[in-house]
């Protein structure tokens, strides 16, 4: 996609999706939308503008919508390798067999923005208050898998008054859960991460932290309020040290996986939830 800006954009206008692990270009100045071969003068990984693509589709066509935090953004990832877990569930969804036996065209919309929170504004709208734009408004939608919370636990800016109880933060996906509901939909819960000793913002973790993942993710299993639990935790989790992911699932940061950690999240999701 080509995007020709013919005059002045204030920085204040400039729209964009950091983190993107994707490359993309920015030419000198003049229109280049039409070129085959678009001179460039620099690079970025940010997506810049251009916040999503509509394809005119059959009507039983459905739609995935990935919502959640840099877990679902891929954060740390390997640029341009295409690592993150929704893209990996969209080549599995491509890869099955024809039609013919059944399987429903799907697409996959990765809604991860890095730093999200179910209950507070920190880069970007809540997970609560974007939910309508984000998820319901999108063409085509069907399903929705949901992966929040980790980020409301840790409270990366410190406030007091942004400090959340485990209780809260179930109110608010059982709320996502309620809405996705009513409008249709079935939503999927997708267990929060481990994060212990976390290095990626050191002092971060804490026992009253992993307290509030564990009974989040205790009702994300065993509350009901999902038409089915992806239980991504397990999946990357060391039996050994259940506190933890396994080495190879793990960036090295304790809170990001690695891209086979990325890859085995999008792996363990059953097909057959979409069928």
């Avoid at 100045?29 to 997506?47: L, Q, R, S, W, Y």
Wanted: with cysteine; hydrophobic share 35%.
């Amino acid at each position: 996609m080509s995007i020709y800006l013919p005059g002045e954009v204030p920085e204040t206008q400039v729209t964009g999706h950091g983190n993107a692990h994707q490359t993309n270009y920015i030419s000198p100045p003049g229109d280049h939308t039409g070129a085959a071969e678009m001179p460039v003068k620099e690079t970025t990984e940010a997506f810049l503008f251009l916040s999503g693509v509509e394809v005119l589709a059959p009507d039983e066509t459905g739609g995935i919508v990935a919502v959640g935090d840099s877990l679902t953004d891929a954060n740390i990832s390997q640029l341009n390798a295409n690592h993150r877990w929704p893209d990996q569930l969209a080549r599995r969804i491509v890869a099955r067999p024809s039609r013919a036996s059944g399987s429903r065209l799907l697409g996959v919309m990765n809604q991860g923005i890095g730093g999200n929170r179910i209950l507070h504004d920190v880069r970007g709208d809540s997970g609560l208050r974007r939910f309508d734009r984000d998820v319901l408004a999108q063409p085509g939608v069907s399903h929705v898998i949901v992966i929040l919370g980790i980020n409301d636990i840790r409270n990366r800016n410190g406030k007091p008054e942004e400090v959340v109880t485990a209780d809260q933060m179930i109110a608010g996906l059982h709320q996502m859960s309620v809405r996705a509901r009513t409008a249709g939909l079935k939503i999927f819960g997708g267990t929060l991460l481990t994060f212990y000793k976390e290095s990626f913002n050191p002092g971060f973790y804490t026992e009253e932290g992993e307290a509030k993942r564990q009974k989040v993710n205790e009702w994300i299993r065993k509350g009901g309020a999902f038409d089915a639990v992806i239980d991504f935790e397990a999946a990357l989790r060391d039996p050994a040290n259940p506190f933890q992911m396994l080495p190879e699932y793990d960036c090295g940061d304790h809170l990001h996986p690695s891209d086979a950690g990325y890859l085995r999240m999008g792996d363990i999701i059953a097909l057959s939830l979409f069928e």
